[in-house]
């Protein structure tokens, strides 16, 4: 999937819905674009570990949900 320009809430709805999370944020939303591609195949927490590596977002992945920080 080809993500180009999208906001990090864009993203976010995204990954939720192809690995069925709920995405919750934790104090300010950081305000961040991404542009690149991401293969559905990989799992949710290399996917989130590739986003965490080109902008200063955390990811917790805990049951069923993912939690993002600033």
């Known amino acids: 999937v080809d ?3 999208k906001n990090l809430q ?3 709805r995204e990954i939720s819905r192809w690995y ?4 919750e944020y ?3 939303t950081p305000v961040v674009r991404f542009s690149g591609s ?3 195949k990989k799992s949710l927490a ?3 570990r590739l986003l965490s590596l080109t902008h200063p977002v955390k990811f917790r992945q ?3 949900r993912v939690l ?3």
């Open 26 to 28: 934790q104090g300010k």
């Open 38 to 40: 991401i293969s559905r």
């Open 3 to 5: 993500f180009y320009d």
């Open 20 to 23: 069925n999370v709920k995405v």
């Open 46 to 48: 290399e996917v989130l």
């Open 62 to 64: 805990d049951s069923g």
């Open 68 to 70: 993002v920080m600033p």
């Open 10 to 12: 864009d993203v976010m």
